[in-house]
């Protein structure tokens, strides 16, 4: 069976500095990997998906992911955090290798000090 | 696009009430869920439809609830007669079959109900 674990529930880093969030993922089959970001009072947007191409990852503002099999990891990072980034950030996996019913991580929330 | 439509934003009813819940997905999108988000239980699907048809409601937490897709445009969640339990951020979400850029899920802005 599938399951996400996000490590961290708050992190916490300075304007300017490295953004770092955690995601295990446990499958059965090659996985399908998403991280989907939250603002206050909104859905869900992709920021990014594996789907067994390249295991580097690029999404939309900047950030990034790399899938590493081995370590059954899925992190999301960032070079240089924003203001704008603060929001919550959920992992997610693909039961049975697909889109359709994804397992969800219980989120990471992120706040970004100046 | 408009994206995925949900209504209304918020809903405050009393238990016992019915509460309906509605979705319009992204056009050309041949499949639509309805996900659940609390603090407690995080985000839980709780149904999906492909082409109008339900294909696994297994997430539905009792018979209480109910989801129908009548056209390819338009879903409902309905939730009679409601609970305090029930209170919850309610999200529809869409995507298109296959594995291309629209693929992936796109979520609506959610429906924040509470029941008191």
New interface residues.
Partial sequence: AQSVTQLGSHVSVSEGALVLLRCNYSSSVPPYL?W?VQYP??????LL?Y?SAATLVKGINGFEAEFKKSETSFHLTKPSAHMSDAAEY?CAVGRGGG????I????TRLAVHP | DAG?IQSPRHEVTEMGQEVTLRCKPISGHD?L?WYRQTMMR??E?LI?FNNNVP??DSGMPEDRFSAKMPNASFSTLKIQPSEPRDSAVY?C?S?QSG?GDN????????TRLTVT
Wanted: aromatic share 24%.
């Fill in positions: 998403f989907y009072n909104q859905g869900l947007q992709l998906k789907t959920f889109y359709n019913k994804l969800f991580g219980a989120g | 995925v499949y869920f995080g985000l699907l999906y294909i696994d999200f979400a995507r594995t693929s992936p899920l796109h979520f609506g802005n959610g």
